[in-house]
């Protein structure tokens, strides 16, 4: 056989995988691959806010803002963001 493997394959390949050692080796990985790239094209910078809360209040819905390389087509960093005192424009520093 050839050709992409099924979602059940992948389903069964992540499912093996440790989250937090996946998680800690993917970020070295696309760290080490930003250190030997050019950075150009556009930054997106997005926030969103997380609706569909079961939370009574607003102040309890999450916010995050992302950043976007559209070059790469990955995301350089995204952050949670106290969404009744900050936006996008605060929250790129810490980004």
């Known amino acids: 056989m ?3 493997p099924s979602h059940d ?11 937090k050692v996946f998680h800690e080796l993917f970020i070295h990985w696309v760290q080490e691959t930003l250190l030997n790239t050019e950075l150009r094209g ?3 910078v997005d926030g969103k806010a ?6 009574s209040t607003l102040s309890d ?3 995050t803002v992302n950043a976007w390389s559209t070059e790469l087509g ?5 952050e949670d963001v ?11 520093p810490s980004c």
Do not use: M, W
Request: charged share 15%; hydrophobic share 35%; proline share 2%.
């Open 50 to 55: 997380q609706r569909g809360s079961r939370s």
């Open 82 to 92: 106290d969404g009744g005192k900050s936006n996008e424009i605060t929250a790129v």
């Open 61 to 63: 819905i999450g916010h």
């Open 2 to 4: 050839s050709g992409i």
């Open 9 to 19: 394959t992948f389903n069964r390949l992540f499912s093996l995988l440790y989250p």
């Open 74 to 78: 990955i995301c350089l960093g995204q």
């Open 42 to 44: 556009v930054v997106a």
